[in-house]
C-alpha cells in the first residue's frame, strides 16, 4: 500500500448559524494516498465541499471544531495564519467550484499568475516554461495570458485556473465540483486533462469532489460517500461499484439512469425521503430514517469498520460482514 | 428571510440601533425643541451679542443677539424636511424611470436611459444656481423640488440595472404562465423585492438632500425667509465667528449637519449588513 | 393526433452595436407533439433547448415561425384564449429556488393558480386540494406548507412545483432541465412522477443536458446543436443507432458507472467554429468532407420515425 500524504481523524467542521451548529463535517476520518485520486461522493449538504474547503482555506462562518488533519507532519487545520499562508498552494491546493470568479478582472491573466508566484518566492519568469507546457494540456494558447478574464469563456477561465493552483506542483489537489456545470463532452474533456496534469506531476494526490458518482468512476481510484456530514463508506472505485456496502451507497447506485435502462421497460427506485436537518443533530445513524434495513442498534452512532481494506460507517457490519 | 430572522439582526446590529437612536433624538429635537426654546422667533433679537452659552443663551448668541439654540432648532427642522421632501421626491422619481426602463427594455429604456445621463453628466450645483437664482421668492418647499428633481439620476440608474436582474427571475416566469397581469406581477412580484433597496437609496437620498441644501444656503440661494442650518453656517462665515472666537456659533451647525449625514450613512451600512446575507455577522 | 405542432421556429437576437449581426438562439425547428408522450429536448448549453421552451410556453417571442397548440397559432391567443392556453399548458423551470419569490411563503403559488384559473373553488376545498396534490408528489403537507422557500431543499421546491400544475388538468408541460438542481437519490423519483403523469394523458417537453435521463424517460428524442435539430426520433432508434456525428460524440462522453474513458484519449470538443459552412457542426466533424461546406441540408429519414440533419446520414 502507498503511503499516507494526508491523514484526516475525527475531523469537525461546523457552520455557526443563529439557531446553533450545523455540523456539516463531523468526525471524518480517512488518508489520501501518495499518487492516488480519492473520490467524494455525496449529495448537496452532505459535508464534502466544507471538507474540500476546509482543508485548503477555512473561512467563517465554517468553524473548525476538532479533530487533525495531517499534512507533512503538522496538523493543517491548527496552523498559524503564516505557516497556513505557506503551505496552502505550495502544499494543498484547489480549484474551487466557481473558478469563473476566482480571477481578479482588473489585471492581465500574466499579473494574477506573477503575483501570484510571487507570494511564494517565485515568479513569472521563473515559472514561464512550466506555464506553457501546463497550458498546452489544458489547450489553452500562450495567448490568454496576455488577456484579461472577461475575454476567455467560462470554461477556458476554469481551465486556467486547473493550471494556475497547480504551478507549486502541491502535494494535494482539492477539485471540488469541477465537472458539475459542464456539457458532458466538456465534462470528459475536463477529466482527462486533469488525468494528463496527474501524470505529469503537476499534483502528487488529487481529491475529486463531486455529486456525480458516474464521473467519479471514471477518474478515482478510490470513492469515499459521505452522508449527511459523516463517512458512509470508502473503498476502492471497481469494488465499491460492484458491491456496495453500505445501504445508502447501494441505493444511490441502484437510482442512477443509465443507457438500456428505460422507463417504460423497468422502474428506477430513488431513495425515499430526505437527508436530516444538521442542525443541532443528535447522535446515532444519520441515515436511518431512510434505511429500509435500520434496527435498534442504529440509535447509536456507527463507528467505522474496517473490512480488508474497505471501510464502512454502518451496524451491518459490526461484526465483519453483513449480518 | 422570516420576520423572526429580521427582527434578529435589526435588533442586533448596532450600527442601526446607534443610528435610529441619534435620529431619533434630532428629530425629537427638531419637533419639540422650538416649543421648549425660551424664544419663539429663530430670527427675533433677543438680548446682547457675542455671548457664550449660558443660562438665558443655551448656545449662546451671535453678533445681533439672535438666540443660537432657537436658530438650531427651526434649522434642524428645516433641513430634516427638506432631506424628507427631496429625497423622498428624487426616490420617486428615480425608482418610477428606472424600474419603467429596466422592466419594459427596448427604446423607451434607452430614451430614459439618455435623458438620465445627460442628467448625470450636468453638474447639480451649477445647475441648483441658475435655477435658484431665477426663483424671486425661495421657500424651503421650492428648494426641496429642485433638489428633489436634480439628484434622481443614479437613483434611476441602480434602480434600472435592479429590475433588470429581477425580471429574469424564474419567480416572475411563474407568475406569467400563470396568467398573472403585468401590474399584479409588478406589484405582486418584483416591487416587494426591491424595498429593502429602495429604502436603502432613500436614506441615501435623505441625506444627499441634506448636503445638497446646505450647500446652496451657503452660496445665499438658500430660503429667502426661514432659518435653515445652511443659512446658519453661512452668516457665522460672513460674520467672521471663528475669528471672534464666537465657536458655538461656527461649529454648531456644521456638526449638527456633519452628525446627520454620517449617521445615516451608517444606518445605511447596519441596514447593508442586515439585508445582505453575506455581510451579516455571526 | 398532434396537438402541438412546432413550424419553423426560429429566433435570432440581435448581437453588436447595431445589431447587424444576428444570433440565432433557434434556427429553422419544426417539431409535432402527440398527446401523451415525453419528448426529450436533448443539447448542450447554447443549442436552443431552453429558447424553444420558453417560445412554447410564449414567455418570448418568435422571429418567424409558428407554434401551433390544438389548431390555434399560440401567438395570435389574447386576454381569455391566453389565460385557458395557460391553463392547459405549462411549465417547471431549471432552478426551483428563484422559481419562488423569497418573500412570500411557497403557499402562494399555490393560491395564485387558484385565483388565476380555478376561482370558483371555495377556500376550504382550496385546502384539501394543495394538500392531496402534495401528498402525491411524496411530500408532506405540514412540512412544507407555510414555509418560507429559503427553508426547504431543492428537491422539495420541484416537487411542489410539480404538484402546482396537478391543481390544473395540465396536457402539455414544459420541463426545463428540472432535474439538474436535483441529487440522484430524488431526481429518479421525480422523473418517474413524470412517467406517472404521462400514463393518465400529460405531454411532456423534457429539455435536458444529460442523455442518460433523456433516454431513460423519453418516448422520442430531439438532439439539438447551435439552434438546430440534428437528429430526431424514436428514442429507441436514435440511442442505439446514432447516426450524426455529433450524437455519437455526445453519447460518448456519457459518463457511466461500469464503463470507463480511456483517460490517455486526448478528446477536445471545445472548437470553435465559424458560420460559413452550411453543416454547423462542419468544424467539429470527424467525417466531414467538402461538399458538407456548401451543399444544402435537409432531413433525411433513416429508418422509421428516424431522422437525421446530415448528408453522410445515407453512405
Redo the contacts between chains.
Sequence with gaps: MRDALLTVRDLKIYYRTLYGYVKAVDGVAFELRDGEVLGIAGESGCGKSTLGNGLVLLKPPMKYVGGEAILDGKNIMALSQKEIKRIRYEKISIIPQYAMDALNPTKKIRQIVDDLLREHNSSFEEKRELIEERLAIVNLSKKVLNMYPIELSGGMKQRLVMVISTLMNPDVLVADEITSALDVSTQRSVVQMLYEMKEKKAMKSIIFITHDLAVLYQIADRIMVMYAGKVAEIGPTEEMVRNPLHPYTKMLLASLPKIGVRFVNERLKGIPGYPPNLLNIGPGCRFRERCPKAFAKCEQDPPIFDLNGRKVSCWLFERGDER | MTRKEFAYFFLRNKKVIFAMCVLGFLTFLAVVGPYISPYKDPLAFVGLGYQPPSKQHWLGTNTFGQDIFTQLVHGLRTSLFVGLVGGSLATVIGLLIGFVAGYRGGWIDELLMMFTNILMVIPTLALLIIIAAYLPYRGIFIQSLIIGFTAWPWTARAVRAQALSLKTREFVDLARITARRPLKIIFGEIMPNMMSYVFMVFILQFGGAILAATGLDFIGLGPTRGMSLGIMLQQATLWNAIQLGMWWWAITPGAVITLIVATLYIMNTGLDEIFNPKLREM | MSFLVVQNLTKEYPLGLLGKEKLKAVDDVSFEIERSKIVSLIG??GSGKTTIG?LV???LKPTSGRIVFDGKDVFSLRKEE??DY??RV??V???PF??????YKIDR?FD??FE??LPEVKASERKARIEQVLVSV?LNPSQILGK?P?QL????LQRI?IARILLLDVELLVADEIISML???????V??LL?DLKKRGMSVIFIT?????G???S?EALIMYRGSIVEMGD??KV?RNPVHPYTR??????????K??D????????LIGGDSASCKYYDRCPIRERHCRTAHLQMVEVEENHKVLCLKAGA
Design positions: 448542450e448549453s420558453k410556453l410564449r414567455l391566453l389565460r395557460y391553463r405549462q411549465g423551470f431549471q432552478d428563484s422559481s419562488f419569490n423569497p418573500i403559488v395564485m393558480v388565476e384559473f411524496g418560507y429559503h431543499s431543492g428537491g422539495q412545483l441529487d440522484a437519490s430524488t431526481r429518479v423519483d422523473l418517474n412517467g443536458h444529460d442523455l442518460s435521463l433516454y431513460y424517460i418516448d428514442t429507441e440511442f460524440m455526445l453519447l460518448e462522453s456519457v459518463p457511466e458507472v461500469g470507463k474513458w483517460l490517455r484519449e486526448r478528446f477536445t470538443p471545445e
